[in-house]
């Protein structure tokens, strides 16, 4: 299993962003998927999750309304995109596998930093 995200950066607030996650080594299509986040010195905190077939999508109250996730199969690719960015955001965002930690496996990460 691999799942390697990309898409990470410095953007200044109310910029936005689009994360990919490059998921390999299972079947992709069968697999609810889920964005997690860690800020410094802080544990992990749910972001946002879907399911298999793209047909329903969960969003943590700190990122509704501006945050989308979305996946296409055909690519074995999930996504998120992330709009009207606050310094809070700052974190390392990471797709995982599954609906609900613990999950069975995640990626490395990529660093999201929001500051003017």
């Known amino acids: 299993v691999q799942l390697v995200e990309s898409g990470g950066g410095m953007v200044q607030p109310g910029g936005s962003l689009r994360l990919s996650c490059a998921a390999s080594g299972f079947t992709f299509s069968s697999s609810h998927m889920s964005w997690v986040r860690q800020a410094p010195e802080k544990g992990p905190e749910w972001v946002s999750k879907i399911t298999n077939n793209g047909g329903f999508t969960y969003y943590a109250d700190a990122v509704k309304g501006r945050f989308t996730i979305s996946r296409d199969n055909a690519k074995n690719t999930l996504y998120l995109q992330m709009n009207s960015l606050k310094p809070e955001d700052t974190a390392l965002y990471y797709c995982?596998?599954?609906?609900?930690?613990?999950?069975?496996?995640r990626g490395q990460g990529t660093q999201v930093t929001v500051s003017s």
């Open positions: 995982a596998r599954g609906w609900q930690a613990p999950y069975p496996a």
